[in-house]
C-alpha cells in the first residue's frame, strides 16, 4: 500500500479513536472459505492453504511479539500450504530486521511460498530475498512450483511484482503446463484482469490494499492504493478465476484500521463433484 489512511472525523471521539488504534489493529480475524476449482483433481479434494500478507514490519507497530503470535495462529489452523503474498517490511532494510523476520518466519512450514510486494522493492529486494531463503521458503517470482498427490498435480505459480514492472507473466505462462488447476500468487488484486485473461489460472491471492484499513459504513474504504481499488477485499469472480484479497496483517502509518481488520485467509480447495 502506498497511500496513507486518513484519520476521519469518525475517530475523535475517544473512545473511536482508542478502538481503532489500540484494539481492531491487533484483532487478527482468520477468515475460512471453501472454493471448488473446476479443474482440481480429487487428490487435492480439502486441500487447505493459508494465506497471510503485508507483514510490514517496522519494528514499530508490528514488533516481534505481533509477527510471533501472528504465526502461531497460522500454525493453528494447520494448513497442507502457506503463502505470503508480499510486502515483509515497509522501508529501510536493515539486518536486525532480516534477523528478526527470519527468527519469526521459520516457524511457518517449510517451503512456505512467497512473492514481494512493491515496498520490498523500494526497501530491498535482494534483501527480502535473503529473508525468504534462510527461513527455508520458496521465491515464486516470475516462476510455477508443482505440487504432487497420489501422482496428481496442483500448480503453484508466482508473479513478482507488479507495480515495480518485475511481473513476468509470459515466463510463468510459458513454464505452466496446459492443464491443471493452477494458483497464481500476485501482490497488487487488480492484476486480476490481466491473469484471469489467460484463462488459466484458476484463483489469484493478492494482498496490497490492506482492505483501505478504514472501511466506512456504507461508503467503503475513502482512500486505496493504485492497483489495489478494483478488488480491495475479499473474494470476487474475475472471468472464469476467483481473486482473493487479504486485507494483511501490519499497517502503514497512520496505524490505523477501523471495519477492517488484519487478516489471516484459510482456503480448502474443492474438487469438483462428478454425477
Not at 84 to 99: E, L, P, S, W
Request: hydrophobic content about 40%.
Amino acid at each position: 500500500m502506498a497511500t496513507a489512511v486518513a484519520v476521519t472525523p469518525l475517530f475523535a471521539g475517544s473512545g473511536g479513536y482508542m478502538y481503532a488504534t489500540k484494539v481492531e489493529p491487533g484483532w487478527v480475524h482468520i477468515t475460512h472459505l471453501e472454493l471448488t476449482l473446476p479443474r482440481l483433481t480429487p487428490a487435492f479434494d480439502g486441500f487447505r492453504l493459508a494465506q497471510i500478507s503485508d507483514l510490514h514490519y517496522d519494528m514499530e507497530w508490528m514488533t516481534k511479539d505481533r509477527l510471533r503470535s501472528a504465526v502461531e495462529l497460522v500454525n493453528q489452523q494447520q494448513p497442507d500450504q502457506v503463502v505470503i503474498t508480499g510486502d515483509f517490511i515497509t522501508n529501510r532494510f536493515t539486518d536486525a530486521k532480516r534477523a528478526d523476520l527470519v527468527e519469526m518466519l521459520s516457524a511457518l512450514p517449510p517451503k512456505t511460498f512467497a512473492v514481494l510486494g512493491n515496498h520490498d522493492h523500494w526497501a530491498s529486494a535482494q534483501g527480502i530475498r535473503t529473508v525468504i531463503q534462510q527461513a527455508g521458503f520458496i521465491d515464486l517470482s516470475n516462476r510455477v512450483w508443482t505440487l504432487k498427490r497420489n501422482g496428481e498435480r496442483l500448480f503453484i505459480a508466482g508473479v513478482d511484482d507488479v507495480w515495480e514492472k518485475k511481473q513476468r507473466l509470459d515466463v510463468v505462462r510459458k513454464n505452466l503446463p496446459a492443464d491443471g488447476a493452477a494458483i497464481l500468487l500476485a501482490h497488487e488484486p487488480d492484476f486480476a484482469d490481466t491473469s484471469a485473461a489467460l484463462d488459466r489460472f484458476d484463483l489469484q491471492l493478492s494482498g496490497h490494499s490492506h482492505g483501505g484499513q478504514v472501511r466506512l459504513p456504507m461508503l467503503g474504504a475513502p482512500i486505496l492504493p493504485d492497483m489495489g481499488q478494483k478488488y480491495p477485499s475479499g473474494l470476487y469472480q474475475v472471468g472464469s478465476m476467483y481473486q482473493y484479497t487479504n486485507r494483511g496483517l501490519g499497517m502503514i502509518k497512520p496505524f490505523v484500521r477501523f471495519n477492517c481488520r488484519p487478516e489471516i485467509t484459510v482456503i480448502t480447495l474443492r474438487a469438483p463433484t462428478t454425477i
